[in-house]
């Protein structure tokens, strides 16, 4: 047993995990929570790690909801066997979806990022915002419907019409899953980040989104769209 190389483990596993000192140096983080610190500060994490830890030596799980930014999580735990050094493990949440008015039989095979490419001609025609975009051309094609789906992107597309630059990137969410009528489907995420967004437009991207399974998560610089990940 005391030959295994634990670190191999943790640092490929999906649920972000850091370790701290007493003064939240970070003594230890795997690799998933390497790509959480993108999106929120360490201070936050190591304040999460002294509140929700347990009154004595040991180990404490807490269902409770975080979010940041893209990252959704449902419960954490936080250990500790000394004085000196605490650790943290968030678990990643599932979205759960009922029943919808769309039925997923009415859901046909399209490509994503044709519709994607074509949303953004129509943005760049009307707007001076200078566009990026990092996506996965050799992603198969996946059930959507296709004229709702371009009209929840046109509304995106329409909350950033005064910003200067749009950064947008489409990648399958490693460890991420949907549920529709009991069945898991692996998730997309479409994010579209920049200086500014208007906001006036996200009850309508929210309410029309759900309709057709996709999550939204929707600020003040950034539209994250969760796509089920439906090829069959």
């Not at 250990?79 to 990643?92: A, K, L, P, W």
């Amino acid at each position: 047993m005391e030959l295994v190389d634990y670190k191999f483990f943790l640092n490929h596993i999906i649920s972000p995990t850091i370790v701290f000192n007493s003064n939240s140096k970070i003594l230890y983080l795997n690799n998933s929570a390497e790509l959480l610190l993108g999106s929120v500060d360490k201070k936050e994490i190591f304040d999460i790690a002294l509140s929700y830890a347990p009154k004595s030596f040991g180990s404490k799980t807490t269902s409770v909801e975080f979010s940041f930014n893209q990252y959704l999580f449902y419960s954490i735990t936080v250990s500790y066997q000394n004085e000196d050094e605490i650790g943290i493990t968030f678990y990643h949440k599932q979205i759960i979806r009922k029943k919808s008015t769309k039925e997923l039989d009415r859901f046909r095979l399209t490509d994503i990022n044709l519709l994607l490419d074509a949303s953004i001609f129509q943005f760049q025609t009307n707007t001076n915002t200078k566009v990026s975009l990092l996506t996965d051309v050799e992603l198969p094609q996946i059930k959507l419907l296709q004229n709702d789906f371009s009209k929840v992107l046109r509304q995106v597309f329409n909350s950033f019409a005064s910003s200067s630059t749009l950064d947008i990137s489409l990648r399958i969410k490693a460890g991420e899953y949907t549920i529709i009528n009991e069945k898991r489907y692996r998730t997309l995420e479409l994010k579209m980040l920049s200086d500014k967004r208007e906001q006036i437009y996200d009850k309508q991207i929210s309410e029309f989104s759900n309709s057709i399974y996709i999550n939204t998560l929707l600020n003040t610089k950034s539209a994250i769209l969760i796509i089920p990940f439906i090829t069959d």
